[in-house]
């Protein structure tokens, strides 16, 4: 049976998402994604189920600087469609809704009915911890903004049903593990996710990247950022569309090894059907 760890409380979006995935497993909420990603360096978990970019609020935050650094693998991905619920006590109503409480990715992604309420609101560390609260609390005063699952796990009323600004607001979540298991090569759609760091020369992105440009490869999230005090060179995190052994991807890779002081393939996994959609 696998156990999956991620970061919330059951009854948030990445508890919907690992159920999702491991719908005979065990889940193992933990408080922030470093103790998700600790879960399964351990052994504690055999998995971590970690966001890494919204459509509406784009990359989450620390999620690029810990997965190069965890030493784990991404062995799959899973894209999900992100509803939010207003919840209250029983018995609440809308017109008694004074402050209303989530995480702040959702506060910012349900803009449109905090502006109709004109409610106060209060940042909470997750979606269901916020649902939890307000049922902890057990005053119509607050409400929470939170995934459907979570009105029936902690006994709320849904004020009002799919709130959020964007209907298509979507989450992609990555699956890690303490094991490579890259994908075979099977002609199948596949994504490669992979870190480098360049040299401190001269135009060294530009020639770093050169070679997917010109094997025709397409790269679909580049991400930088800086280890230290920002006088080493740039590292990044990069995914591509293509498995290693592809001919195409294989040449780009040849380039980017010679520009690059560092490279390292964090996966090799499936395309999810969302992704082959659009």
């Known amino acids: ?89 029983p018995g609440a109503t809308l017109d008694q809704v004074e402050c209303v409480r989530s995480h702040v990715h959702a506060l910012g992604q349900c803009r449109k009915i905090l502006r109709e309420g004109g409610w106060r609101t209060l940042v909470s560390d997750d979606t269901a911890g916020a649902a939890r609260e307000v049922a ?24 009002r049903a799919e709130v959020e600004d964007d209907p298509d607001n979507t989450t992609r979540f990555v699956v890690l593990s303490r094991d490579a298991a890259f994908a075979p090569h099977t002609g199948e759609p596949t994504m490669t996710s992979l870190f480098f760091c360049v040299r401190n020369i001269p135009s060294a ?41 592809d001919e195409r991807v294989a040449l780009a890779l040849h380039e980017l090894r010679f520009f690059s002081s560092e490279v390292r393939i964090l996966g090799v996994y499936p395309a999810h059907p969302h992704r082959v959609k659009s």
Do not use: W
């Open 205 to 245: 992105l530009y020639k770093a990247l050169g070679g997917f440009a010109s094997s025709g490869v397409n790269l679909t999230k580049i991400e930088s950022y800086q280890m230290g005090a920002g006088l080493n060179p740039s590292r990044f995190y990069v995914e591509i569309e293509g498995h290693p052994d």
């Open 136 to 159: 902890e609390l057990g005053d119509p005063r607050h409400a929470a903004l939170a995934p459907p699952a979570a009105a029936e796990l902690y006994g709320l009323d849904v004020l």
């Open 1 to 89: 049976m696998t156990t999956a760890a991620y970061q919330g409380e059951p009854g948030s979006n990445s508890a919907t998402a690992a159920r999702a995935l491991f719908p005979d497993g065990r889940e193992l909420p933990c408080t922030s994604f470093e103790q998700a990603l600790d879960a399964v360096t351990l052994g504690a978990a055999d998995v971590a189920v970690i966001p890494v970019d919204n459509s509406a609020a784009g990359r989450v935050a620390d999620v690029h600087h810990l997965l190069p650094e965890s030493g784990l693998f991404i062995v799959a991905e899973y894209f999900l469609a992100i509803r939010f619920d207003l919840m209250g006590v």
